[in-house]
């Protein structure tokens, strides 16, 4: 079993920085699949915003060049460095975590997610 905790969602300004860390109960090397970083804004679908694997890291076309996943497995955290905000950007950001993917690039399907955080919001003004 893997808990997830978010931390670090906030309120700011069009154009401002924010970092996510995502707290995983479990020692992340044993996880040894893909952790990732969603996204729901009011209304809509669940969407996945950036991936991170042994083997690869992957952004949504929305964040490319903007956001920023990592992550030390040693402390077990993932981050997510998110710079340039756009009032587009304003959901609740979750946490999530599929064990066992293999080298595959991880999957951009929440539905194979196996873990989730409760999320963190993040608000951003214009």
């Known amino acids: 079993q893997v808990q997830l905790v978010e931390s670090g969602g906030d309120s700011v300004q069009a154009g401002g920085s924010l970092t996510l860390s995502c707290a995983a109960s479990?020692?992340?090397?044993?996880?040894?699949?893909?952790m990732g970083w969603f996204r729901q804004a009011p209304g809509k679908e669940r969407e996945r915003v950036a991936t991170?694997?042994?083997?690869?890291?992957q952004y949504a076309d929305s964040v490319r060049g903007r956001f920023t996943i990592s992550q030390d497995k040693a402390k077990g955290l993932l981050y997510l460095q998110m710079s340039s905000l756009v009032p587009e950007d304003t959901a609740v950001y979750y946490c999530?975590?599929?064990?066992?993917?293999?080298?595959?690039?991880?999957?951009?399907?929440?539905?194979?997610?196996?873990?989730w955080g409760q999320g963190t919001k993040v608000t951003v003004a214009s």
């Open positions: 991170i694997s042994t083997y690869s890291i």
């Open positions: 479990t020692y992340m090397t044993t996880i040894d699949g893909c």
């Open positions: 999530a975590a599929r064990p066992g993917w293999g080298t595959w690039p991880c999957p951009t399907d929440k539905n194979e997610y196996n873990y």
